[in-house]
């Protein structure tokens, strides 16, 4: 079975700071990984998403991540936030034998202070 | 653009009422899902269909049921609503065959008292 821990669960920013969110899976097969935003009121969106090749995936909005698969890891990174970034960040995992069923994990909520 | 579309924002029900939350997508995807989103534990597959009239239980299946008799639409039921179903229930699309990811809809917050 899939399953995905993110660890922070609220991160509390300034404006400009460099934001890391964390995200590790447990699978031991083939992955695709994604990283959902979910602004105040509104609905998830997709953010990045990784399938394979390059494991350093630019998304939306100066959002990266990398996959590093020696760690399990998909960390989420920004170089400087914007105080529109606040929303709830949402890690998610399909493995090769899901079809195409995402599970998530608990979410981050990230609050940036102007 | 992919529309889902859930056809209440909010919902307030009783104890033991059956409720019914809709979801229709406009795009011709073969999946749906239902989850809840409840804070710290994100989001909870309840069942997902991946055709017309089938249907696979999720990881909390318990207390609800869906229906899905046509492509567009996917319904999920709570036959007898209780206080620990008060959530928020999300409806999500995708195509099938490969990583697409989901498309979601805005959701259903349902408060039952």
């Known amino acids: 079975a899939q399953s995905v821990s993110q660890h922070n669960h609220h991160v509390i920013l300034s404006e400009a700071a460099s934001l890391e969110l964390g995200c590790n899976y447990s699978?031991?097969?083939?992955?695709?990984l994604f990283w959902y935003v979910q602004y105040p009121g509104q609905h998830l969106q997709l953010l990045l998403k990784?399938?394979?090749?390059?494991?350093l995936v630019k998304g939306i909005k100066g959002f990266e991540a990398e996959f590093i698969k020696s760690k399990f890891s998909f960390n989420l990174r920004k170089p400087s936030v914007q105080w529109s970034d606040t929303a709830e960040y949402f890690c998610?995992?399909?493995?090769?034998?899901?079809?195409?069923?995402?599970?998530f994990g608990g979410g981050t909520r990230l609050m940036v202070k102007p | 653009d992919v529309k889902v579309t859930q056809s209440s924002r909010y919902l307030v029900k009783r104890t033991g009422e059956k409720v019914f939350l809709e979801c229709v997508q406009d795009?011709?995807?073969?999946?749906m899902f239902w989850y809840r989103q409840d804070p710290g534990l994100g989001l909870r597959l309840i069942y997902f269909?991946?055709?017309?009239?089938?249907?696979e239980k999720g990881d909390i299946p318990e207390g609800y049921s869906v229906s899905r008799e046509k492509k567009e639409r996917f319904s999920l039921i709570l036959e007898s609503a209780s206080t620990n179903q008060t959530s928020m229930y999300l409806c999500?699309?995708?195509?099938?065959?490969?990583?697409?990811?989901?498309?979601f809809g805005s959701g259903t917050r349902l408060t039952v008292v």
């Open positions: 999500a699309s995708s195509l099938q065959g490969g990583p697409y990811g989901y498309t």
């Open positions: 699978y031991g097969g083939t992955v695709n």
């Open positions: 998610a995992v399909n493995g090769d034998n899901a079809g195409n069923m995402l599970t």
């Open positions: 990784y399938f394979s090749g390059d494991p």
């Open positions: 269909s991946y055709d017309v009239k089938m249907k």
């Open positions: 795009m011709d995807h073969e999946n």
